[in-house]
């Protein structure tokens, strides 16, 4: 029997009135030994993969017994091997709320659309592992793998598309892989830019800093993005687009923090060049600023170009709401 997309975006809507991560549950979740770590001990081993974590908090895990290997107590003293799997329980597992109000928009033989609410990790990441867009959809799509050609932030809102077989999902990786996707997004800033469009093009180390973020860095990947001012408010905050042209970590929100124009509800990229580490919004939290309002790409079988638009989110009309500085369009033509 033919599943539509109606029944989908209904079971979908049931998952907020219960959350899959929200029943406790033994999460266990695997340690992969890199070649680089071949004859140190696991403790080693651990404590050069995931600096971050303490030794004390590395002992109490294994004395807890939540170091595994084959279902057994690790010895934290074994040489590993490159290539070897060890596990992490997590007992008693209960995640952090999300937002669950995913809606397919579209669905074909090669790959499926969805609009991605926020908060929402897309795949499975420190706290989240059942809450999160991935484990989500599978509720609905059964044995069928969904493929992720490309992600958005937890915390961004928009188009998403995700691949049904193998071979759509190389198509679609390399057409991002090459920047031929086109991509709008809608951001709400803190400032007023200089002038009503602009580039930004410093570039973005590939490399994380404390805590996950992304900088700017002379040596980076190079990076651009184009933006249009569509709205300048009474309140010193403009509403924006967003072309960007390559397809960096927290670009948008990296290049216009850079700019000295963060990203409203941003909390990570704050105001004064301050930079924290990477952070899910609670459901409580205002929202993160932004959008992606349109996605356009080529069919991965016709080769004819396709093109999607997500609804616009609740802060966009809560923005048009407030006086504006000067008038402006928010229908501006896709370059």
Known sequence: MNVTLHERNEQLGQLQQQLPGSIPYDNLRPINVPARCEG????????????????????????????????????????VKGGQQFWHLFPNTIEPEVNACVKIMHENPCFVVVQKPAPLPVHPSGRFNRNTLISLLATVYGDEELRLVHRLDANTTGVMVLARSREAATSLRRQFESEDVHKQYLVCCLGAPQRDDFVCDQRIAKETVAGGARELRSDGQESRTRFRVMERFSDGKTLLQAFPETGRTNQIRIHLWGLGLPVLGDPTYREGGQRVSNQTLDLSDPPMCLHAQRLSFKHPETGKNVQFHADDPAWVAERKNLPLTRSASISAKID
């Open 40 to 79: 140190m001990s696991l403790q080693e081993c651990l404590k050069e993969v995931f600096p971050q974590v303490s030794q004390a908090q590395w002992n109490s895990w294994f004395s807890d017994g939540h170091i595994l290997h084959r279902d057994a107590r690790a010895d934290r003293n074994a040489p």
